[in-house]
């Protein structure tokens, strides 16, 4: 069963309040339209569920048009049955960590500017992905490992990470971490914040000086946009699950395939090209707000 819901939801200082609570059931009442709402966080996250087949545009522009000057996100989702998935999919760079991983090595390698601006534009699927990682990983070549073991330690965890991956396990789902980055970091975040499972590029390495150090080169196969939507699909596959089952979080290009075909696909401060195609975008509200779609209480 299909049912029309109403989110709004921020996780900054700006509170929702009751008069523009009241402003939307106005709106709602005048087109009469039926509705159940409740508070999920005070002065953070809101729901109504809505007794309509569609949702009508207009009534939507109308609730928009009063948030659109604040620090809200508002999101109208048509959820099926059963709301709580039974697996998450999460990207890693920019979703679950606050840092472009890749980034913050090139930083470090005096090279930040110019590796930046290749991820800028792949990420909002100016550049192929493959092509855009080997032109970075090149310009790594002879980066000391050591060094990337030690950024681990400086990644910054976005809000909400913990707690989502924690509460949805406790509730027998599988979580997992399926990121474009690289093995040093991705299994070091992985295991930080309790993924059951995760998947990720691999670097390969040399001997320099008595170190070990990049090469400049990627193992093979690259795990790219295609195989995010594969890596779950054979999930999916062994666990006798569906696509339905899948609530997934990424924030660009390379997500696409995957968040477009998934029960709950969530935009996580994304590019355009990934909100284009998710069913809920999240700009203002931390990742907490994934698990009140899904009708968790934390």
């Known amino acids: 069963m299909m049912t029309n819901y109403l989110f709004i939801s921020n996780s900054s200082d700006f509170k929702i309040d009751n008069n523009l609570i ?11 339209i039926e509705f159940s709402n409740r508070e999920i966080v005070k002065n953070d996250f809101y729901e109504w569920c809505l007794k309509e087949k569609n949702f009508n545009n207009n ?16 999101n109208f989702l048509n959820i099926s049955s059963p709301r709580k998935k039974k697996i998450l999919i999460c990207d890693m760079d920019s979703t679950i960590i606050e840092e472009e991983s890749l980034d913050e090595i090139a930083e470090d390698a005096g090279i930040g500017n110019e590796i930046k601006n290749i991820t800028k534009r ?6 192929d ?6 032109q970075r990983i090149n310009l790594l070549n002879s980066y000391p490992l050591e060094n990337i073991f030690k950024l681990n330690h400086k990644i910054q965890i976005n809000d909400g990470a913990k707690e989502l991956v924690e509460k949805m396990k406790a509730n027998s789902c599988i979580t997992v971490l399926i ?29 320099k000086d008595g170190k070990i150090v990049l090469n400049g080169c990627v193992q093979n196969p690259i795990l790219d946009k295609n195989a ?35 029960g709950i696909g969530v935009s996580y401060k994304g590019k355009q090209i990934l909100n284009n195609v998710a069913d809920v975008v999240f ?4 990742l907490k707000g994934i698990l009140y779609l899904q009708d968790y209480q934390i």
Do not use: W
């Open 22 to 32: 009241n402003q939307i059931n106005l709106i709602l009442n005048n087109q009469n």
């Open 59 to 74: 009534v939507k522009k109308k609730i928009e048009d009063i948030f659109k000057n604040l620090p809200i996100d508002i």
């Open 122 to 127: 792949a990420m909002r699927g100016e550049l």
């Open 129 to 134: 992905f493959k092509d855009a990682l080997l």
């Open 179 to 207: 990121s474009g980055g690289f093995s040093p970091s991705v299994s070091y975040i992985a295991k930080k914040i309790g993924f059951d499972y995760y998947h990720c590029n691999n670097f390969l390495y040399k001997k």
């Open 228 to 262: 995010k939507l594969d890596i779950t699909k054979s999930y999916l596959k062994k666990l006798n699950f569906t696509l339905n089952d899948v609530i997934s979080v990424g924030d660009g290009a390379n997500d696409v395939n995957l968040i477009k075909q998934t």
């Open 283 to 286: 700009n203002h509200t931390n």
